[in-house]
């Protein structure tokens, strides 16, 4: 039985203050549950939400993570330094990054491999675009992105690392997946880990994520292969956000 686990993405949002208090309201709301909750801020912001969120079981995440170890990388922040300040969780692979930061499938490769050897895991997001969907490429486009990381990484690292599949066509647009959509894709993932290795695939955790939001969160994470959500606008907002995490 896997775990769920709901991780909100507050991407380049809010002032130091607003995340505190975010961070205090979903403190004080979590309900206990089966879930685990995680919230990946800003990493300016990561030291005053560890604190607002000490008493608290919900974990902390980074956005990024370097795709090198330490050095002249000016700009960057190390898997070192995310494990330094408390930080368990690194996505890797937001197609944000993907498109606007030029993040390609070997440096994401990279920032896996970095995080996990200073034990932060990484979320590897994966996911088509709209025009990749529509030219019946969705398989191939998360085959790739996946591939890259297991020919780095080898397969038993995903014995410790979490998956999120993400179509672009519904990141922040409204459109989210229908269930069934994303069942098939998760669906598609688990077999293609599978195919290396049955026990990982059958352990691994895949995250949707493509506006999730409080109304239709619970259908989505009913599905069989769907193990939660990565939830962007929707985690900005505690009551909503409180309310998606208990829907599983
Ligand atoms: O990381 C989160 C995803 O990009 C989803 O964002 P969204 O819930 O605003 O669509």
Redesign the pocket.
């Known amino acids: 039985m896997r775990q769920p686990l709901i991780m909100g993405?507050w991407?380049m949002n809010g002032s130091r203050e607003e995340g505190v208090q975010l961070a205090k309201a979903l403190a004080d709301g979590l309900n206990a549950g089966s879930q685990e909750v995680a919230v990946c801020v800003p990493f300016v912001y990561v030291s005053d939400i560890r604190g607002a969120l000490a008493s608290s079981p919900i974990a902390l995440g980074a956005q990024n993570v370097a795709d090198q170890a330490s050095g002249a990388y000016t700009g960057e922040i190390s898997a070192a330094m995310l494990a330094d300040c408390g930080v368990k969780y690194a996505?890797v692979g937001?197609?944000?990054r993907r498109s606007y930061y030029g993040d390609t499938s070997q440096s994401v490769a990279n920032r896996f491999c970095q995080a996990q050897k200073q034990n932060v895991i990484p979320v590897l997001?994966v996911g088509e675009t709209l025009e990749e969907r529509e030219q019946d490429r969705t398989f191939q486009v998360v085959d790739e992105q996946l591939d890259a990381v297991i020919d780095a990484a080898g397969i038993e690292a995903f014995a410790n690392a979490v998956i999120?599949y993400?179509p672009v066509w519904?990141?922040?647009?409204g459109k989210t997946a229908s269930d069934e959509q994303a069942q098939e894709v998760h669906q598609y993932i688990r077999k293609r880990i599978a195919d290396r290795n049955p026990a990982i695939a059958e352990k691994v955790q895949i995250l949707y994520?493509?506006?999730?939001k409080p109304d239709n969160a619970k259908g989505l994470f009913a599905m069989p292969d769907i193990d939660g959500g990565?939830?962007?606008?929707?985690?900005l907002d505690a009551k909503g956000f409180l309310q998606i995490c208990h829907s599983v």
């Open positions: 993405n991407k996505l937001h197609s944000e997001c999120a993400e519904a990141i922040g647009t994520g493509g506006s999730v990565l939830v962007g606008g929707a985690s």
